[in-house]
Nanobody, 129 residues
């Protein structure tokens, strides 16, 4: 499974950014797919995930609820994370991840990193104050 992120950038607080993760059609449609982030000196935390397309759930970490939106586009084999009202504490390397156990993504969470077997290399998001 290959996952390739893009879209990271330097942005001012209050700004917006969209991250993309390109993979295969079967992964986008049938896997649990999601975004993690890792800030300097901190562990990798789950940000948001989607279950499989036909009946999956959606999860958001409390820290991003109302500001971030996760989505999938099966036609372009892409998972995206729209990030609005960005804050300096959102600064981190963002990773997309996937796992064939689609039921791992639950609306109530949790979203531990060890549940996900496949990872991208990450994209840097820096939010300046």
């Amino acid at each position: 499974v290959q996952l390739v992120e893009s879209g990271g950038a330097l942005v001012q607080a209050g700004g917006s950014l969209t991250l993309s993760c390109v993979t295969s059609e079967s992964v986008v449609e049938d896997y649990a797919i999601g975004w993690f982030r890792q800030a300097p000196g901190k562990g990798r935390e789950g940000v948001s995930c989607l279950g499989r397309a036909r009946d999956g759930e959606t999860y958001y970490a409390n820290s991003v609820k109302g500001r971030f939106t996760i989505s999938r586009d099966i036609a372009t084999k892409t998972m995206s994370l729209q990030m609005n009202n960005l804050k300096p504490q959102d600064t981190a390397v963002y990773y997309c991840a996937a796992d064939p156990r689609f039921y791992f993504c639950k609306a109530e969470g949790p979203m531990p990193r060890h549940w996900y077997d496949h990872w991208g290399h990450g994209t840097q998001v820096t939010v300046s104050s």
